[in-house]
Each structure stands twice: as C-alpha cells, then as structure tokens.
C-alpha cells in the first residue's frame, strides 16, 4: 500500500499515512509495550496533533523523525498522550466492598506482629483509585495510625502523576462516591473543585513506572491493582508482567484486574475468588 492510501481524510489538518501509523505503533510497543490496534487509528491522529501544534512542526514525518533522534522530554510527552486516564473514584466498587469486608480484616490478621500493610495501584492515572483504597482504610482500621501503611501509585504519564500528587479534583469525578463520604475526606474549594485532606495525601506516594521496565521495589504487596491496563498489553507482555507481580507477593496476597481482564492463559499462579479478583496460591 503507498503511503498515501488511507492517509489523507478530508478535512484533516495534517495528513497521517499508513507509514505514520505503522510508525507510531512501533514506537509506542517498544517503549509502552502498549499494542495498537487499526482501530485506534483515529485516537492516535487526535491525541498527536495536539503534539504537532505545540512544537510547530509541519508534519507527522517530521514529528516522528524528531522523536527518532531522541529527547526524553518529548518521549514522554508521547506517551503521555497515547496513554488512555479514564477513571473515577471508587470506580468498580465491589473491589472496595471486598477490600473493606475480606481483605483488610484479613491482613489485619495475618500481619499483626509487623503492623504493616503494602498496597499497588498500578496505573494508578490521576490518583482517584489509590485515594479510593487510602478512605477504604481509613474507615476499616481503627488503629490506623500504629499500623505502617503504604499505597504505592504508578502510572507511565507524569502528568496524570502530578495531578493525582495534588489531589484536587472537578466535582464530576464523585459521581461514584456518597456525598457524606466526599465531605468527609475531600474539602470544597474556592474553584468548586475538591482537594483531598492530608490524611490521604499522607498515605501515598506517587511514582513514574514503565510497566515494560526495570521495577525498582521488592514487596510483597498485600493487594495490587492492575485495572483496565492489561487489555492495551498483547499475550507475552501480560504473561511477563503477572509473573513479575506474582514475584512481589506472598501465597495469599491478592490481584485486582479490570473487569474486562482475564487471568486465563497468562498465569496459573492467582486463583479466581470472585469478579475480577484474583488470590495468589504458587
């Protein structure tokens, strides 16, 4: 096929050919592990062009050929766009009903003498899964404050790590939350948006991570959250990935995927417990 071919839409600002896509693809599997389907096509021209318009460049070739070259800065900045943050807070809720009801009590049980509780939320976007799990415990652990606690919040695009770092949100991002448990841990704002109280804030760190790369932390993890981040991986790169997982956590700790997500030909190393909620047992 030429390079024109499903190229050129009318109307479009920039042509976006066949060689560019198939560009973009190799670029963001080598340095996401993130596989790109044709159907992603149109996402991909919208999310870029805003690239192109910031750096006043004439042209995806030349765009791409910037990125060839090297940058850091604008690396990220790519994978910062092709990179998807769609989330809200307490978003799938049975996982917070299982971690308020199963899983605190039991690792209040099992970890009594070390008083420690670790837990990952990877690819974490804009912080509202890990601040859903910080009022989880906040609210189930009556001794929280003797209890050495830990929420670990990665995610590849530094901005969305910035913005869950400050902990301010619109007020659209609650619609999953009662309103007595959003005024209880969230304070209204001059702008109508809401900033998470300190207690929250205190409980996580927000961390740059390339699932794909070096992981530079051990564990174990009582629970991790993985959630609507396997499906953007193909087969190999998931196997790798839960292997991985399944090295920083004890027989017993707990998966969380998304609810699209399967463990089925990737691990037998988790067992199904119930929707989207995997225990680890080798």
Aim: glycine share 6%; hydrophobic share 40%.
């Amino acid at each position: 096929m030429s390079s024109i071919g499903k190229s050129s839409v009318a109307g479009r600002e920039f042509a976006f050919t066949d060689q560019d896509f198939e560009q973009v693809v190799k670029l963001v599997r080598g340095h996401t592990g993130i596989a790109l389907s044709e159907s992603k096509r149109e996402l991909v021209y919208g999310r870029l062009v805003r690239r192109l318009r910031a750096l006043r460049v004439g042209s995806f070739a030349e765009y791409l050929l910037q990125l060839e070259k090297g940058g850091h800065s604008e690396l990220q900045q790519f994978c910062n766009a092709i990179t998807t943050n769609l989330t809200a807070f307490f978003r799938e809720n049975h996982h917070f009903e299982f971690l308020a009801r199963k899983l605190v009590p039991m690792v209040l049980k099992r970890n009594a003498r070390r008083r420690r509780i670790r837990i990952w939320s990877a690819g974490c976007s804009t912080g509202e899964e890990p601040y859903s799990v910080a009022i989880v415990l906040q609210e189930t652990i009556a001794e929280l404050d003797t209890w050495d606690v830990r929420i670990l919040a990665t995610d590849l695009d530094s901005n969305v790590l910035a913005h869950g770092e400050r902990g301010i949100y619109r007020e659209d991002r609650f619609e999953k939350m009662e309103s007595e448990r959003q005024r209880r841990w969230f304070t209204r704002m001059a702008s109508g948006q809401f900033a998470a109280h300190e207690q929250l804030r205190n409980m996580i760190s927000f961390k740059p991570l390339n699932l794909i790369g070096a992981w530079p932390f051990n564990g174990p993890f009582d629970l991790i959250l993985c959630r609507n981040v396997m499906i953007y991986f193909g087969r190999d790169t998931q196997r790798d990935i839960v292997e991985r997982m399944a090295e920083r956590q004890s027989v017993g700790d707990y998966l969380f995927l998304g609810h699209s997500e399967s463990l089925l030909n990737v691990s037998t190393r988790y067992a199904l417990e119930g929707q989207s909620i995997h225990r680890k047992i080798a």
